[in-house]
């Protein structure tokens, strides 16, 4: 399986109420932020057979607005194995039920998203680091499993910004 982890776009500061901050949406830079990995994924001509995302709504938002830009047009599947409380044992069980399907999107929090990362690469849990909207490709066929690329959004929108600059020469009108 080819298991794209894609950490929930920028939702702004976190609030220290638990119950208020389950409800934070993303926020302006998020939403492009989103846009911007769902470019990336269709330039690489990526279709997933299935979204699943942690049942916040940041990451639910992330997930519909990336899957809508990559034309994902199936239900996201929502599943505690990737809210922020979740362990590596939870995940490794929602990988067993996922495995049928040949490409799929995560998308979750950190600090545990890292950390189910570094599990599926190496038993010894190695850590790295995944920003706000930063995503991965793990191909999961064999354990430990092999990281393909791993893409973080300020790349994403300076590849952006270099492509879209006007190929055109500068020409005066004196």
């Known amino acids: 399986m080819n298991l794209y982890i894609l950490r929930h776009a920028s939702a702004g500061t976190s609030r220290p109420n638990p119950l208020i901050d389950v409800k934070r949406p993303l926020d302006k830079e998020g939403k492009q932020q989103c846009i911007l990995v769902g470019n990336y994924l269709n330039a690489l001509k990526v279709h ?7 049942p916040l709504k940041r990451a639910l938002q992330t997930a519909s607005l990336v899957g809508t830009e990559t ?9 505690e194995a990737l809210a922020p409380g979740a362990t590596v044992a939870h995940f ?5 039920e996922l495995a049928k399907h040949e490409t799929v999107l995560v998308v979750g929090h950190n600090p545990n998203l ?15 680091r995944l920003r706000k909207g930063a995503i991965a490709r793990v191909d999961t066929t ?13 790349i994403l929108r300076g590849n952006y910004a270099s492509v879209t600059k006007s190929s055109r020469r500068k020409t005066s009108k004196k």
Do not use: C, Q
């Open 142 to 154: 064999r354990r430990p499993g092999i990281l393909h690329w791993l893409v973080d959004p300020r």
């Open 114 to 128: 890292a950390t189910f990362l570094g599990a599926l690469l190496a038993p010894s849990r190695m850590n790295i």
């Open 71 to 79: 034309g994902y047009d199936g239900k996201i599947m929502v599943s």
């Open 48 to 54: 997933f057979d299935m979204v699943v995302s942690s």
């Open 92 to 96: 490794e069980k929602l990988l067993v």
